[in-house]
DNA sequence: TGTTCTCATGAACAATTAATGAACATGTGC
DNA sequence: GCACATGTTCATTAATTGTTCATGAGAACA
C-alpha cells in the first residue's frame, strides 16, 4: 500500500496540483487548507509525511511545524516562496527536516520525500543497548538500573562505578583503573573510599552483599563483574 | 565534544573555508581532498555527518556517496555546482540526505547539519497524541493541559518543559539535555533558572510539590517523569 | 505613547542529598 | 593467634537542589 502524504496548502490550485503528482506515484494523499485542519489530521490520519506551505491563515505554518514536533516525529518537507536564508534556518530549527523554494520541480519534491520516508524506516529499527545481568537491568540511555523490576536508585559516584565495571563484566579491574576513572588520578591512592563505595553498592544490588555475585573481589589486585 | 564532520572538498581553498566555518560552531572536522581519502576516513574516523562535494577527481562524487551507503547511514550532505532537477534526483536516489547548490550560506548549512544530526541522534518519543498520566492530561497538539479535568495554565516555557520531560516518560533526562532542548546551547550551564522551572510546574502539577509524583529528581544528573 | 500584565531571569537563602574520612569489624592465610 | 587486606558503619563536611522574591523585558491594550 503506498504511504500516507499530508498536503498543508491554503491555494485549491496548489492543492490539487500536488495531490494529483503525488497519487499518480501510488502515495495515498489528503489536503489541508488551513492549520487547524493540518494538526487535525496529524493526530488522526497519522501521515508519513508532511508536505507543509508556510503562507497560511489562521495558524502560522512555522506554528503548526513546533506543535506537531511537540508529539510527533513525522517527517516534514516545507514549502515556501520566501528563499531568505534566515527563513530556512528558522524552519529547520524548528523541527522542519527539508525545506523547498517555489516554484519547484515535481521530480525534486519526490526525491526528497524519498528521502523522508528513507529515514523514517530506518529510525524504526533503533535498537536500545542495555545490559541484562540475570535479574539486574543496567539501562544505560535511560540510566535507570532495576533488580526483579524494581528500581534501583543510585547516587552519581555509585552508577559510574557499576557502569565501569558492568561494562567491562568478566574482566579484573585494578583499584588503580577504578579510582582513576572514577574519581581522576590525584585519587588513585584512595582505597578506602573505593570500598566504601563497593559495600554501598553492593547492599543496593547485591541479592545477598555477604556472598556477592555480581562484584566480585580480587583479593589483592581489585574487583570483576561476573558476567 | 563536538559532533564529527568530515568535509570532502578538493579545492583547497573551500575546504579551509568550511573546515573553519565549522569548527568555529565547535564541531571535530576533518577534511579529505578527494574519494579514496574520504571513504578511507570515513571508514577510520567515523564522522557523525558527511559533508560530500560532487566535483571530485578520481572516484566521482556520487560513487563516493553510493560506497558509503553500502555500509553506512551516516547522514550526507551533497554540495554541487550543478543545480539541474536530475542531477538533484539521481544523488538524493543514491542515498545523499540533502543537497546544497553552491554558491550557499553557511548559516543555511549549518542548520541542514542540525537537522542531519537531529535525525542520527532521534530519541524515541511516545508518539500517543494525548498522554495519561492518572489525573494529568497532557494534549500535545492542542498544548491543553488538565488535572482532575481542571485546566491548568501553564506559561510557555512551563508548557515546553512539561512536554519534554513527559514525551521521554520513564527516562532520565540530564541538566544539559533539558536546557539545551528548551533553551538552546548557550544556556546549558544554566542550572538555576531550569530549578526555577521545576519548581513551578511542580506548583502547578504536583497534588504536593514537596512530594513530587511526576517530576522526579535524579540528584546529580537530571530529572525523570514517571511513568 | 503610556499602562498594565505576563513571564523570564537571577540572587539569596533554606533544605536536602551525597561524599568523605575515621573508627571499628570481619575474614583469610600463615 | 597474628598480620594484613577487606568490609561496614556513622558522623561530619561539602555539594547539590528547592524555594521565594525582586527586577526588568516584552507583549497586549487602549
Redesign the interface.
Known sequence: MGERILVVDDEPQMGRLLKTGLSARGYEVAVAVDGEEA??Q??RWKPDVIVLDLGLPLIDGLEVCR??R????VPIIVLSARDG??D??EA??LG???YLIKPF?M??L???I??ALR?ST??SV?E?PVLTFGELRIDR????VTLKGQDIHL??TE?ELLRLLSSHAGKVLTHRTILRAIWGTSYEQDLPTLRVFITQLRRKIEPDPAQPTFILTEPGIGYRFQM
Open positions: 494538526l487535525d496529524a493526530v506543535r506537531i511537540g508529539w510527533s516525529q536564508e534566515q530556512k534556518v529547520l530549527d522542519a527536516d527539508d520541480g521530480d525534486e519526490l526525491a526528497r524519498r528521502v529515514h530506518r529510525a533503533t536500545e540511555p535511560r540510566r535507570i547516587t552519581p552508577y
